[in-house]
């Protein structure tokens, strides 16, 4: 699937493209801001007659070393048609989930309805495989030249560019009809470096490629004896789009965000240069793309993070059912299975500020009943330590009518242990989250008020087919030092306490009315969160693109700082990617009017 163009003609004239290339022969424009261009423009799409020839894509291909890709949807085996191969079909529907077939895969993004559902995987196909919203092209990008010739030509064509890394990504900026995409995943190198000295910080540091994964930055802990802030999830890059929007894991409330470990950035701008930012130059770049989103300032190549020496983790699991049983954590009612829900969340406030993290679900049931399940990881603590510190939760349980035991804690865990990065396959969840704030804790009434809301909406998730999930963590300005503590970091992370999501499955097949019913259902539940935390916001990375008045809800007060930030350092609109900063000026016309869909041409915002 991930063949170099073979239509190209053999009379092919290369090009040998230098640190700041720009493509020969194809058309200059002027860089202008935003407010100077025609207000109904659009990019430049498929079919249109600015659309570049073969012989220009020809151009490109041989000036980036022939990594220049045309894929096809990876299902389309799974159609009638030429590509029709059962065999292949078959095995990704059910053969997929120990491979790293998706997470390698140049179009998908492993959220499938932001890209039009035009082309699933299934054994029972409805109509014909489109390319939908799919990228038109895609830039294998393997070194910074690369992607700079990718950003040239998008610029000097006009043509809508997309950044992709493994594809985990909920909110539709992975995909793009009628785009060209700079796919980093094969920017992969990887340094440690026992010293590293820049403005207030020296100590150890590692330089990581924006392909690189959470897992392979655990390996490159487990080899050099330290740590480093990296995702949770083992395939989620450990740069790119998951520090530029904050980027939370199971040490952040010990060493802070992804964001708050960035000590220099190396980035393609939107003129196609390669620039360093960090707190001496371009420090204005520094401070955006720490937390300010990803896909609209520049596309990262690589960056310096801090690294720690070596910590281990204690951990400690609870899990509460609904259940007339006498099974470990059966409880027999409603009620007291909400308390003790209750109990644990209150107490997670002493687990955070012991540096600790929370990683939590409740799953609605038949029959009015429900499952909770949680762990409590703490850094740095021994687990007689952590024992010890979560015997009060215990306590609490047996006195609101839970008999269930604190579990013995085994021996801690080496937070840099090795890892693999295998799994992950498209599906159709689609967050909706809001940042609680410390506030929500420390006050009797507004505590019981926010635990009736999260009740509320989890009270609804059975009919309704979506599930509640709370990660909890307390990255305060504090944790996050130098030079983390000055960053586009949304104000609401320093304050928060939990992370909580409404984890909504988007059925196959909706219409786009279907789908604006759904979201009107799904935004009353969410309503309830934001009632009980005014001015608070929401992660983006685990957010809802069709997030109500997202510039505050995922920037909060930088909104404006950023805009002027994203309009000096890309004044033609080359970036953009939905609910990034200055995206409200674009909309994409979905050929189903399917909302938030990422399957149509991408078009100024007439006014």
Known sequence: MRQPLSSFSLSLIFFVLGAECVIPHAKSIRLTRPSDRPSQECKVFPGDAEWPSESQWARLNASIDGVLLKPKPAASVCYPGPDHDQAQCQFLVSGTSSTRFWLNDPLVELTQWTQGSSCVATLTPVGNCTRGGFPEYVVNATAAKHVQAAVDFARNNNIRLVIKNTGHDFGGRSVGAGSISVWTHYLKSTKFMSSYRIGQYNGMAVRIGSGVEAWEVSNLMAANNMTVVAAGCSTVGGSGGWLSSGGHSTVTSTFGLGADQVLSLE?????????????????????????????????????????????????????????????????????????????????????????????????????????????????????????????????????????????????????????????????????????????????????????????????????????????????????????????????????????????????????????????????????????????????????????????????????????????????????????????????????????????????RVAG
């Open 267 to 603: 980035v393609v701008t939107a003129d196609g240069k390669l620039v360093t930012a960090d707190p001496q130059t371009n420090q204005d770049l520094f401070w955006a793309m720490r937390g300010g989103g990803g896909a609209t300032y520049g596309i990262i190549i690589s960056v310096v993070m801090k690294a720690y020496p070596p910590i281990r983790i204690a951990a400690s699991s609870l899990s509460l059912t609904v259940s007339s049983g006498s099974t470990t954590g059966a409880v027999g009612d409603v009620e007291t299975f909400w308390e003790g829900v209750s109990s644990y969340y209150r107490f997670a406030a002493k687990i955070l500020d012991a540096g600790g993290y929370g990683f939590s679900y409740i799953y609605p049931m038949e029959n009015n009943t429900y499952r909770f399940t949680t762990s409590s990881s703490f850094p740095g603590m021994t687990p007689t330590a952590a024992f010890n510190l979560m015997q009060p939760l215990y306590d609490t349980m047996k006195r609101v009518g839970i008999n269930v035991a604190n579990p013995t804690i085994g021996s801690a865990t080496l937070y840099g242990s090795p890892r693999g990065g295998n799994g992950d396959k498209p599906v159709n969840t689609r967050y909706r989250s809001r940042l609680l704030p410390r506030e929500n804790w420390e006050d009797d009434a507004l505590f019981n008020r926010t635990m009736r809301a999260i009740r509320t909406a989890v009270e609804g998730g059975f009919k309704n087919n979506f599930y509640f999930h709370g990660t909890l963590t307390s990255p305060t300005v504090q944790v996050a030092g130098w030079p983390g503590s000055d960053s586009a970091v949304h104000p609401a992370w320093r304050k928060n306490r939990m992370h909580a999501m409404l984890m909504d499955v988007q059925p196959d097949g909706l219409t786009a009315q279907q789908a604006i019913d759904r979201d009107a259902l799904m935004q009353g539940y969410m309503s309830l969160l934001r009632d009980v935390s005014p001015g608070a916001g929401s992660y983006m990375n685990e957010g809802d693109p069709g997030e109500p008045n997202w510039q505050q809800a995922f920037y909060g007060a930088h909104y404006e700082r950023l805009l002027a930030i994203k309009r000096k350092w890309d004044p033609a609109g080359v970036f953009w990617a939905p609910t990034t900063v200055g995206s409200e000026g674009w909309a994409v016309h979905a050929v189903d009017g399917y909302p938030n869909s990422q399957n149509g041409k991408l078009c």
